[in-house]
């Protein structure tokens, strides 16, 4: 860890992290009023960023927030705290929040939102979760009905994560009605006896994931069968391989479902594929 000062951009600003001071009246603070996206950075780069601005630009065009700057300028911006916080490894997170008043649910359509940038070191690579695979819980789906926007309120997510960890897993994977809607943080996969990769198709159900985007495109490119359909969780426990995608975790494979093996109980051919294809396309097309 660098002993510099972590330097975050804050409304045109960039500053050391301590500096850095947001209202109280933040609609993001008081409502959870905002959208958020988080880009991976692997070699100093920024991976699949085209896909990440395009889904923030549709997640705020959902709620009603305009962008304060381009998303040109939020490339630039990203590339420039990665080189102020020589970031080689890990992830630049951004919110944008409707922006500050005083409290009440209605609100003005002249407020300027608030957008925040800043940088996790974090290892993505040569992680234990690549080469051992990672154990998911299951837990019931409580999140709201429009879970295609990348909204702020995460309060259920980190009530599932809470719950993973407490019985022994890394993820939880969200269920409703028997049928698993995706990770806590995540896109869910299996893959049957056959071969076949499954994950859900993109709805209001679940979150577009942009790793999920380009993983699906790599699949069915090298001539991968991909069925974008629900899953039952008694599908999941007879899969032959599980997995999941993520910008904080690329493709890693699911080896056990609330403490039953998938599969052998060791990560299978077809998600390591996956993820030698993503991480090689990913350098490709890095910026």
Request: proline share 4%; charged share 25%.
């Amino acid at each position: 860890m660098s002993s510099q000062p972590r330097i975050v951009y804050l409304n045109g600003a960039f500053l050391p992290a301590e500096e850095a001071s947001l209202s109280i009246f933040d609609r993001g603070f008081l409502f959870g009023d905002g959208i958020y996206e988080v880009t991976a950075v692997l070699e100093g780069k920024l991976i699949d960023a085209a896909l990440h601005l395009t889904r923030l630009k549709r997640s705020v065009g959902e709620i009603g927030i305009h962008l304060p700057v381009t998303t040109d300028e939020i490339v630039e911006i990203e590339r420039r705290l990665v080189r102020e916080n020589n970031l080689t490894e890990g992830l630049v997170y951004l919110q944008v929040t409707r922006g500050a008043a005083d409290r009440d649910f209605l609100y003005s359509d002249d407020l300027k939102p608030t957008l925040l940038l800043f940088t996790q070191e974090k290892r993505l690579e040569h992680v234990a979760s690549a080469e051992k695979g990672v154990a998911v819980a299951t837990v019931p789906d409580l999140r709201w009905a429009r879970r295609d926007i990348k909204s702020v309120c995460l309060l259920p997510q980190v009530m599932a994560k809470r719950e993973a960890k407490a019985r022994g897993a890394s993820e939880a994977w969200m269920v409703e009605e028997g049928v698993v809607t995706e990770g806590a943080s995540s896109t869910a996969y299996i893959v049957t006896t056959d071969g076949r990769l499954i994950t859900r198709g993109s709805s209001s159900k679940t979150l577009p994931g942009c790793t999920r985007l380009a993983a699906l495109a790599l699949a069915r490119e090298k001539g991968l069968t991909v069925e974008e359909r629900p899953f039952t969780l008694e599908e999941a426990f007879g899969a032959q391989e599980a997995g999941l995608t993520s910008a904080s975790n690329f493709v890693v494979s699911v080896v056990s479902i609330d403490g039953r093996p998938v599969g052998d109980g060791k990560p299978g051919p077809v998600i390591r594929r996956l993820r030698e294809l993503y991480l090689e396309n990913a350098r490709q097309t890095a910026i």
